[in-house]
């Protein structure tokens, strides 16, 4: 029954806009709790950013979401093996640009220096004080990207998580999200974010 759609005239459309939709997690009530996602459902609801262009739809989705992104300040890097790719490299290169300062643990710190990305080593939880925790406490971070593999990295990532949590910091754990943080933070400090109602688009 039927046909094959190679049978129609069909044309790809060009969108004049995007749409980025964005969960709503009730995290900021639940002190402590670890913010990772599960199977289970846990979001409360969901908003909408829609712009002419993917990046700006994704930051009006993130201040939609009340954890607006911020334009400066030092965004902290800790990723897993399969993630040490193109995608994070981009995104740390282009926050670089934007003027941020860049802190990653052991790993991640010796593979962005190998790609020739400056940032500042910082220690993991086990390895002692002064340690990311404490600058997350602190106030010294702004931004996070986090990706983790394992039970014991899983583990070992809790408390930065809860700190993030508490401190009201953007947490990225896949790195096609941190790659899209780090493109709409670029392209909303080159120039305004225009605010539109629904109609119009």
């Known amino acids: 029954a039927g046909e094959p759609l190679s049978n129609f005239d069909l044309k790809s459309p060009t969108p004049s806009h995007f749409a980025v939709k964005e969960a709503v997690m009730p995290f900021n009530r639940f002190p402590g709790v670890d913010a990772l996602l599960g199977p289970e459902m846990r979001s409360t609801g969901e908003v909408m950013g829609l712009d002419k262009t993917f990046e700006r739809a994704f930051w009006k989705s993130q201040l939609g ?46 593979w962005l220096n190998d790609n020739g990305v400056n940032n500042t080593r910082v220690k993991k939880v086990y390895e002692g004080q002064p340690n990311i925790v404490d600058a997350l406490k602190n106030a010294e971070i702004n931004l996070i990207f986090n990706t983790t593999q394992g039970s014991q990295s899983l583990k070992d990532s809790r408390a930065i998580r809860a700190a993030a949590l508490s401190n009201k910091i953007c947490y990225y754990t896949t790195a096609a999200a941190s790659n899209a943080a780090a493109k709409a933070i670029k392209d909303t400090q080159n120039s305004e974010v225009e605010v539109n109602a629904l109609q119009n688009y």
């Open 65 to 110: 979401a009340s954890t607006p992104l911020p334009t400066s300040g030092t965004v902290f890097i800790s990723v897993k093996e399969d993630d040490k790719n193109s995608t994070i490299l981009e995104a740390a290169n282009i926050l670089l640009k934007q003027g941020f300062n860049i802190l990653a643990t052991g790993g991640t710190s010796s």
